[in-house]
């Protein structure tokens, strides 16, 4: 069941990447665009490029989290026997979670925090850009929910597992 749910949010997730890049990228052009050719800097633009960046960078840590490319120190684990790198494994996902829901956690108390606080180019709430955090690391708590039943229950990932959305 979370294979699936996890599936789908993993598409979610390439899709608001590749609609935030398209957007960060006509925002651009506009603005240089605009500076260049009626020499009129569009003063928004700017702002909602770094904002849609910090989403975007999020959600792809996210996506790093649910396709395991992010960077690991597995030749230390593998120097131990099988058994004691399953509890291992287990022990860095638990340690994982944790971090999660302190970033989630966090993330809500900062979001909280500055829904008064309004951004100078767009007039909107700072929360919509500080929600980013609790969202992307709930994102990635599931994730490693899954990666952490994978290793208990001694699976394999297949490689199909996690390039079938992107391919």
Known sequence: MIKKINKIIREIEIWIIV?????????????????FIFKVP???TDEFTRYLLVWVTLIGAAI??????????????????????KF??????ICCLLLCV?????????????????SPGLHIS?????????VSFTLMLIAFIDQGIDIY????????DVTEVII
């Open 19 to 35: 609609i935030g890049l398209a957007l960060m990228t006509l925002a651009t052009l506009y603005n240089v665009f605009n500076r």
């Open 126 to 134: 700072m929360a919509y850009v500080y929600i980013s955090i609790p």
């Open 42 to 44: 569009i003063t928004w």
């Open 153 to 160: 229950l001694d699976r394999k990932l297949e490689l199909e």
């Open 88 to 93: 291992i494994k287990i022990l860095a996902i």
């Open 64 to 85: 790093g989290v649910t396709e395991r490319s992010h960077a690991t120190v597995s030749f230390i684990v593998e120097k131990f026997p099988e058994k004691q790198q």
């Open 102 to 118: 302190i970033f989630i956690v966090g993330g809500i108390i900062l979001s909280s925090a500055q829904k008064n606080q309004i």
